[in-house]
C-alpha cells in the first residue's frame, strides 16, 4: 500500500512540474485600418525562433513555445487582410514588413499570487522593419506590449500570450499606416522610428 502511494504522489508531483506548453496559436487582432491598396507580405527573420523554452522563474512554471512563426503569420493575416493584399514574401509585394524580434516572457506577478500558484503576465518585446519593393527602408519601430490578464492554470498561457500578439499587431498596423505611406515617409527621409 505505501509503494502505490508514493508512486501516485511522485507521478503527481510529475505532472505538476512538467512543462507547460505553448502554440500554435491563431490570434484574432481586431484591426480597425482603411483599405490601404498594397500589397503587403511578412518576413520573419531568423533571428525569431520558431521553437523554445522559457525557464521556470519566481514561482512561474517552464513554459516551451512551438510554431511560434505560424502564430505570429495567423495574428498578421487575420489582422491585415482586410487593409491589405497579404502575397507570400516571395511574391511580387508593394511594402514588406520584416519581423526582426518577437521575444516572448511570462513575468511573475507575485502580488496577485494565491495559495500554491504565482500568476504571470505575458510580455512581448518586439522589433520590425518596413521595406519598399526595392528593398529601401520606410519604417523602424520596435515596442513592448504586456498582458492585462494572467496565467496561473492551465490552458491561461494561450490567452494570454494571445492578448500580446494582438496588441503587437495593433501596434504594427499603426506603424504601417503612419510611417510607411509616402505621405509620411518621403524618399528623401531617413526611416522613421516608432517611439
Not at 500589397?39 to 525562433?49: K, T
Not at 517552464?62 to 487575420?78: C, D, I, S, Y
Request: with cysteine.
Amino acid at each position: 500500500m505505501r509503494i502505490i502511494l508514493l508512486i501516485a504522489l511522485s507521478a503527481a508531483l510529475s505532472i505538476g512540474c512538467a512543462p507547460a506548453r505553448l502554440g500554435p496559436l491563431d490570434p484574432q487582432p481586431k484591426i480597425k485600418v482603411d483599405e490601404q491598396g498594397a500589397r503587403l507580405a511578412l518576413e520573419i527573420g531568423e533571428e525569431v525562433p520558431d521553437r523554445f523554452t522559457l525557464p521556470a522563474q519566481g514561482g512561474v512554471r517552464k513554459l516551451r513555445v512551438k510554431g511560434w512563426h505560424e502564430t505570429l503569420t495567423n495574428a498578421f493575416e487575420n489582422g491585415l487582410a482586410k487593409a491589405y493584399t497579404l502575397p507570400p514574401p516571395e511574391e511580387e509585394h508593394d511594402l514588406l514588413l520584416v519581423l526582426v524580434g518577437a521575444d516572448l516572457q511570462f513575468l511573475p506577478t507575485p502580488g496577485l499570487a494565491t495559495e500554491g500558484s504565482t500568476p504571470a503576465k505575458a510580455k512581448l518585446t518586439y522589433r520590425i522593419r518596413i521595406l519598399d519593393a526595392e528593398g529601401n527602408g520606410l519604417a523602424v519601430a520596435g515596442g513592448e506590449v504586456t498582458s492585462e490578464g494572467t496565467w496561473s492554470a492551465t490552458g491561461e498561457q494561450d490567452v494570454v500570450a494571445e492578448e500580446v500578439v494582438v496588441a503587437m499587431f495593433k501596434d504594427i498596423a499603426y506603424a504601417l499606416v503612419t510611417k510607411a505611406t509616402p505621405a509620411a515617409a518621403p524618399a528623401d527621409e531617413a526611416p522613421a522610428a516608432l517611439d
